[in-house]
């Protein structure tokens, strides 16, 4: 016979015990509501902490402060009113352009989103297209992101689960179009147009107001017909490609056959949007790995880059001096 002790309540030190537990119970639910960032009193959250302005103090090491003042974005008013004139041609300044680039400026918008703007501390992951994201089940963590940074045409439909699926900005160029931008991205993404020449403020001009479409001047055939919301669209200010060539890659600023990758053009871009930096699925496999594929979605191989003005190896040094300066975190083996 199993002898059934009666229930712990009918004890008087029952009655302590369980009072005792409930008080702590209410402490913890007290203690776990009255942190703002941390709703479940069990399992905290683990949130990397953020402090306002980090990524920008680490990131001067590198940049040096000059580019505190500078805007994101290009508005029309800079070139409007204060008309300033740029040292440099595409993709450095604007210098040359500035006619294109007034008419797109005046079809286009150029604000940050409130939802980004009222953030006390920004916190962003820049997605590259790395094929080490293949498999890496890194998608929710991605999508906890305030700021989630895509590149060029880079898919997210069926591969959520590893690269996620919010997208707040997307970084592209003519040729690196998705032709149907409103698949992968979210209705209010942000898609930030890098030019690399004239001719990508003429073809984004011609898309917005429907004119006739210009197909030579491209290297690879752009979209002809692309449907986005040119309240969506935005123009990247050409600083960033210029500090990302200078100061990272001491790249001359008149030999435009050297470039960034839009990858480490978005890497800059970050450090001066966001208080704190994450990076996934960046770095290439080493030169002598033919085989390999490099993108997470495509078949493609490093004998691909080759004369597309990118130096994979000198990116990749500069990838590893912000990460040891601490001003970039790899959420992917680097
Ligand atoms: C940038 O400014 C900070 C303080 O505002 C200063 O401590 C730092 O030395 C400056 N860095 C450079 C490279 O000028
Ligand atoms: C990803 O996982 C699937 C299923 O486990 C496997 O078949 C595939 O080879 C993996 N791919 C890579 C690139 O590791
Ligand atoms: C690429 O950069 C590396 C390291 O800075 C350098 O040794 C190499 O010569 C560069 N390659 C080209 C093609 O410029
Ligand atoms: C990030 O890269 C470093 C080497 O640069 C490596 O030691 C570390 O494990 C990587 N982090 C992750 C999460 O893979």
Redesign the pocket.
């Known amino acids: 016979m199993i002898s059934k002790s009666p229930p712990l309540c009918m004890y008087p030190a029952g009655w302590k015990l369980l009072a005792m537990l409930a008080l702590v119970l209410v402490v913890m639910v007290w203690y776990s509501i009255s942190r703002e960032d941390s709703l479940y009193f069990s399992i905290p959250e683990k949130k990397e902490p953020c402090y306002q302005g980090e990524a920008e103090r680490k990131a001067s090491k590198l940049f040096g402060n000059s580019s505190r003042d500078q805007p994101i974005f290009l508005q029309l008013k800079d070139y409007f009113w204060v008309k300033t004139p740029s040292a440099y041609e595409l993709p450095f300044g604007t210098k040359g352009s500035e006619d294109l680039l007034l008419r797109v400026l005046a079809l286009t918008s150029y604000s940050i989103p409130e939802s980004i703007q009222s953030l006390k501390c920004r916190r962003c992951v820049v997605v590259g297209n790395g094929h080490r994201l293949r498999n890496s089940s890194l998608g929710e963590a991605i999508n906890k992101y305030d700021v989630v940074i895509r590149l060029n045409n880079a898919p997210v439909s069926g591969y959520e689960g590893d690269v996620g699926t919010k997208t707040t900005m997307r970084l592209f160029y003519p040729e690196s179009a998705h032709f149907n931008p409103k698949v992968e991205n979210n209705p209010d993404t942000l898609l930030v147009l890098v030019a690399f020449k004239a001719m990508d403020f003429h073809w984004i001009e011609t898309i917005l107001s429907d004119k006739k479409r210009v197909r030579k001047g491209f290297w690879k055939q752009p979209p002809l017909i692309w449907d986005a919301n040119p309240k969506q669209i935005r123009i990247l200010n050409p600083f960033f490609m210029e500090i990302a060539a200078d100061k990272l890659l001491s790249l001359p600023m008149q030999q435009s056959r050297k470039k960034p990758t839009t990858g480490l053009l978005a890497i800059t871009l970050a450090l001066h949007l966001c208080d704190l930096v994450h990076i996934a699925g960046f770095g290439y496999p080493d030169a002598f790995n033919k085989k390999q594929t490099i993108h997470y979605y495509e078949q493609i191989t490093l004998k691909s880059m080759a004369g597309s003005g990118h130096n994979v190896s000198q990116e990749a040094l500069a990838i590893?001096r912000m990460?040891e300066i601490g001003a970039v975190?790899?959420?992917?083996?680097?």
């Open positions: 590893k990460l975190k790899n959420l992917t083996y680097f």
